[in-house]
């Protein structure tokens, strides 16, 4: 596909224009929070649990990350699927759950039903999260907060999951004190600074049609941004793709490098020297290595460093875009068009 091709997809747009619908979640976080703060403290609740499906899964699971590591909750992520048909394992009799039901389109059947489910049968509030103001999942939460800021035309998720991510770390943020409202006020200009810079090396990457697999690393709060990759992958550019926790691919999953292998690693500060292992292991197989942090490692393989100047919390959001990007310019290079994957529909639905 040519590049003129390429920039005019609702996926080009989507991406690239993620500084003003940052700037925008940022703009509406008090009002969300003053809506969600209605509901009572959160103590109300025995915890917190994250549903979705797809792209919003993974922000249900970087949600749980963020809101576990802030607050102190019990705080848990699930797809949808796993609460409508396995409720006993997950619904206990006792438990008083606040749920954020989580869908960019609002109307995946799943998330749907799903919220349905945990109302019927546990004490709850269950708050839907989505970009659509009139959707199922309106009709079916307690309370609706959409995010009109990020509306998508693209069958593939990008910029919409970057700010809902954004939002539902801030309203954690605001229960706990406001500790990263400052450092995430940085965060338009980061992406548009980033955007700009970091297109060429991603797309040396991206275009390089002796790299046949991806696998992304990432644990803790990058965990949900490796999944997330490994799916953007597989859904712009029909890649074969993989996602694991950091350290859990030195257990069986690293057989798969190769030299046609690029391994991009999100190093977590906890991580510290534990990654050098994955490096060796790497090196060994001669597969390439990108590392995507905020720090230099003494490693001499390719780095892609920023996010210094903001917590290890927030720094998922500002990569975020690295990795659409980076699936973006590979559909590009293999004449696939992100905006319509074959047998992808936008909403996930179980009849018709
Ligand atoms: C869930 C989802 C999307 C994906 C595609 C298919 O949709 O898996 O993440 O990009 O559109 O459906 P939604 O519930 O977030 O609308």
Same mark, same amino acid.
């Given at each position: 596909m040519m590049n003129a091709k390429s920039e005019g997809t609702f996926t080009y747009r989507e991406i690239y224009r993620q500084p003003e619908a940052l700037s925008e979640t940022l703009r509406h976080a008090p009002s969300r929070f003053v809506r969600v703060a209605s509901i009572g403290? =959160?103590?109300?609740?025995?915890g917190v649990l994250f549903i979705g499906c797809g792209s919003s899964y993974h922000i249900a699971l970087y949600a749980a990350h963020a809101w576990g590591t802030l607050l102190g909750l019990r705080a848990r992520a699930l797809p949808a699927s796993e609460i409508l048909n396995f409720p006993k394992a997950h619904l206990q009799a006792e438990a008083r759950l606040l749920v954020f039901a989580i869908s960019?389109?609002?109307?995946t059947d799943e998330t749907v039903l799903a919220a349905e489910r945990v109302k019927a049968t546990i004490e709850t509030t269950v708050i839907g999260v989505t970009?659509?103001?009139?959707?199922?999942l309106r009709r079916a939460a307690d309370m609706h907060l959409p995010f009109p800021e990020c509306p998508e035309r693209s069958l593939v998720t990008t910029g919409s999951l970057t700010c809902m991510m954004l939002g539902l770390l801030l309203l954690a943020d605001a229960f706990g004190g406001r500790t990263l409202q400052v450092e995430a006020a940085a965060l338009p200009e980061e992406v548009a600074q980033s955007l700009r810079e970091n297109e060429r090396l991603l797309r040396t990457y991206a275009e390089d049609?002796?790299?046949?697999r991806f696998i992304f690393l990432g644990s803790g709060p990058f965990y949900a941004l490796a999944a997330e990759a490994a799916l953007k992958m597989i859904e712009m550019a029909l890649t074969p793709a993989h996602y694991y926790p950091t350290l859990e691919?030195?257990?069986?999953?690293? =057989?798969?490098?190769?030299?046609e292998t690029l391994l991009v690693i999100f190093p977590a500060e906890a991580e510290g020297p534990y990654v050098n292992r994955v490096l060796e292991e790497a090196r060994a197989a001669e597969a390439r290595v990108l590392l995507i942090g905020a720090r230099a490692t003494e490693a001499s393989a390719p780095q892609l460093i920023l996010g210094g100047r903001v917590s290890e919390l927030l720094r998922p959001i500002l990569f975020a875009h690295l990795i659409q990007q980076l699936a973006f310019w590979r559909a590009a290079a293999a004449g696939v068009n992100p905006d319509a994957p074959p047998r992808l529909t936008r909403i996930v639905r179980w009849n018709g």
């Open positions: 403290p =959160l103590e109300r609740f025995t960019r389109s609002g109307g970009t659509e103001p009139e959707c199922p049609r002796a790299l046949t691919f030195r257990h069986g999953p690293h =057989l798969l490098l190769s030299p």
